[in-house]
């Protein structure tokens, strides 16, 4: 079972950048896809990006795409979410979590506790 610590959240004002951090342990993290979640207050959790285990493919979501980059260090066993040009709306609890497979489909095996984000408009 890998263990999932989130950090870097905080507060900024809108226009402003964060990068998050997710540091992994236990099981060898490079065989696994990982990616980004988040949860805002009365929504459900949505997608935010994944890397493939190699880290040499990434997704984003619509609403993150060009203003979120998510990359991988396998030797720190690390997973990063550089998130640029913030708005309001991105306010909310980031998770990371590991996949199974070494692509990002199917179930997801780990969580992470999360990290508040919060946009000042």
């Known amino acids: 079972q890998v263990q999932l610590v989130e950090s870097g959240g905080g507060l900024v004002q809108a226009g402003g950048s964060l990068r998050l951090s997710c540091a992994a342990s236990?099981?060898?993290?490079?065989?696994?896809?990982m990616g980004w979640f988040r949860q805002a207050p009365g929504k459900e959790r949505e997608f935010v990006a994944a890397?493939?285990?190699?880290?040499?493919?990434?997704e984003y979501s619509d609403s993150t795409k060009g203003r979120f980059t998510i990359s991988r260090d396998n030797a720190k066993n690390t997973l990063y979410l550089q998130m640029n040009s913030l708005k309001s709306e991105d306010t909310a609890i980031y998770y990371c979590a590991q996949y199974y497979s070494i692509l990002p489909r199917g179930e997801l095996s780990s969580w992470g506790q999360g990290t508040q984000v919060t946009v000042s408009s």
């Open positions: 236990g099981r060898a993290t490079s065989r696994h896809a």
């Open positions: 890397i493939t285990g190699s880290g040499s493919s990434t």
